[in-house]
């Protein structure tokens, strides 16, 4: 269906990072237009035609929003409540769009009418509607600007947006480790340990041995031992003020330190147990930090920074 002019579809339009945000707003019939029709020349438009009194769209509304925030910017959402627009409603009614019932999801590429459907459909087969339309319109994400789309959103402090991009990136690429270490990192970071392991446990077992998979296994492992450390760690500094060498409690103090993100705290409290006395515990101090290392990422700038003060020990 031709709403504005004819000529070739160009391929869809790359958002820059972050752009997602601004990918879901709400629409009515004076900017109809220029959020939808004009909008669609640069990316994909996804339309959500809801009422208030629909079941249905309460279902569905959500569902939209999630899937094209795990788009990272390459669709657009634009939802309008058919109540209010009712010129509207009747102006796409004799271009032939039937809005007789909702919700109704149409996609607008190059100003065209691409793709419809009707009725709350589950998750599953709504990416599958939009994974359509952007190979249609030529604007499939890239794995690498995906992958690049969840970490950034992790380290925004972003976990819910990174789990949902994570889980894009997996159905495109399902042997993709990097996905799979980030999306098990993104829900120890939403608190959801039980869901992480399940995550564990899908993970292909040809990448069990990947430095993605072995890191985020040490991050779920340090997130349990930490919770449960972090309970009593006003104790742990309690026994330090009375005893300094009190290396079990200094250790014990370290884990949950690292549960609760204070890692560069958490490494110096193991390297002053190294520096005090060096293989306490069968080496337990040297060892846990190495596990913050796998958890952290080898990358990570506390990382980096303790293993030069770790090196400085173990070679003085």
Request: hydrophobic letters at 50%; charged letters at 25%.
């Amino acid at each position: 269906m031709e709403l504005i002019g004819q000529g070739r579809p160009a391929a869809a339009t790359a958002a820059p990072p972050g752009a997602s945000a601004a990918m879901i707003i709400e629409g009515d019939q004076r900017t109809f237009m220029r959020d939808v029709v004009e909008a669609s020349r640069q990316v994909p438009v996804l339309v959500d035609f809801w009422a208030t009194w629909c079941g249905p769209c309460r279902q569905l509304t959500p569902t939209l929003e999630k899937v094209t925030r795990a788009a990272g910017g390459r669709i657009k959402l634009v939802k309008i409540d058919i109540d209010k627009n009712q010129a509207l409603v009747q102006q796409l009614a004799q271009l032939g769009l039937p809005l007789q019932s909702v919700p109704t999801v149409a996609a607008f590429w190059q100003g065209q009418i691409a793709d419809l459907f009707q009725g709350a459909l589950p998750e599953s087969e709504v990416k599958r509607f939009v994974e359509n339309l952007l190979k249609a319109a030529g604007g499939a994400m890239p794995a690498a600007d995906l992958l690049a789309e969840a970490r950034a959103a992790l380290d925004a402090g972003d976990p819910a947006g990174a789990r949902d991009l994570f889980s894009a990136l997996l159905a495109e690429e399902p042997e993709n480790a990097a996905a799979w270490g980030g999306l098990i990192r993104a829900l120890i970071a939403l608190g959801d340990e039980a869901d992480a392991e399940a995550t564990l446990a899908q993970v292909p077992a040809a990448l069990a041995e990947h430095a993605e998979i072995t890191g985020a296994k040490s991050a779920l492992a340090l997130a349990s031992e930490g919770r449960k450390a972090a309970a009593a760690i006003e104790s742990y500094r309690a026994r330090l003020k009375a005893d300094p060498a009190d290396h079990e409690a200094r250790f014990a103090l370290a884990t949950a330190q690292a549960a609760l993100g204070e890692r560069e705290a958490a490494a110096d409290e193991l390297l002053d147990i190294i520096r005090r006395q060096p293989g306490w515990n069968e080496d337990a101090a040297r060892l846990q930090l190495l596990k913050f290392f796998a958890a952290w990422g080898m990358d990570d700038p506390v990382t980096m920074a303790a293993r030069r003060k770790l090196s400085a020990l173990l070679f003085r």
